[in-house]
């Protein structure tokens, strides 16, 4: 079946980039958009972007300045680089295949 | 961006009852590519529905999506213990994606 394990930092002071991947198994990487979504505490879903396996992207406009994904079609894996965190990038960030399978989960915390 | 606004924000039922809630958008969603998502505590979100109305994979029959253009609903009938969690819909036809506020669904 299909399975998204992510893994990533989930400590980061103000102004540092927060650094996620996610690597797919029991799928094929090609022909989908793999996408981030966070939910900040408390809160709804935001998505950040998606990416395919060509690398073709599109990205949230309210965060797009400070986002930056990749992928490596060699190993099943996409990541994600946020930069310049504040306190409000506080959130769980989950991968996902488009809509229909999700990561666990990353908690990301930023704090001084 | 499209916008979707969920009601109620809060739906306080009984097991065995039947569960009705709304995703309206603030313009057409395209190809009727509206899904609605589950939410445990603790948990990742899971799809229910795609498309607006098909069921996804190992998803129980009393879980039923319907509508179009601006107004979706997802139905639960015989609602049992394991569906009190929180509702989203999704809309995935226009860049960016995005979602409603979701709605809460408590036991009564």
């Known amino acids: 079946q299909v399975q998204l394990q992510q893994w990533g930092a989930g400590l980061l002071k103000p102004s540092e980039t927060l650094s996620l991947t996610c690597v797919v198994s029991?799928?094929?990487?090609?022909?989908?958009?793999w996408t981030w979504i966070r939910q900040s505490p408390g809160k709804g879903l935001e998505w950040i972007g998606e990416?395919?396996?060509?690398?073709?992207?599109n990205y949230n406009p309210s965060l797009k300045s400070r986002v930056t994904m990749s992928v490596d079609t060699s190993k099943n894996q996409f990541s994600l680089k946020l930069s310049s965190v504040t306190a409000a990038d506080t959130a769980v960030y989950y991968c996902?295949?488009?809509?229909?399978?999700w990561g666990q989960g990353t908690l990301v915390t930023v704090s001084s | 961006e499209i916008v979707l606004t969920q009601s109620p924000g809060t739906l306080s039922l009984s097991p065995g009852g039947r569960a009705t809630l709304s995703c309206r958008a603030s313009?057409?969603?395209?190809?009727?590519?509206l899904a609605w998502l589950q939410q445990k505590p603790g948990q990742a979100p899971r799809l229910l529905i795609y498309?607006?109305?098909s069921r996804a994979a190992g998803i129980p029959d009393r879980f039923s999506g319907s509508g179009s253009g601006t107004d979706f609903t997802l139905t639960i009938s015989r609602l049992e213990p394991e569906d009190f969690a929180v509702y989203y819909c999704q809309q995935y036809a226009t860049s960016p994606i995005t979602f409603g506020q979701g709605t809460r669904l408590e036991i009564k």
């Open positions: 313009q057409s969603v395209s190809n009727s590519y």
């Open positions: 996902a295949r488009r809509i229909d399978y």
């Open positions: 029991g799928a094929s990487f090609s022909g989908y958009y």
């Open positions: 990416i395919n396996h060509s690398g073709s992207t």
């Open positions: 498309g607006a109305s």
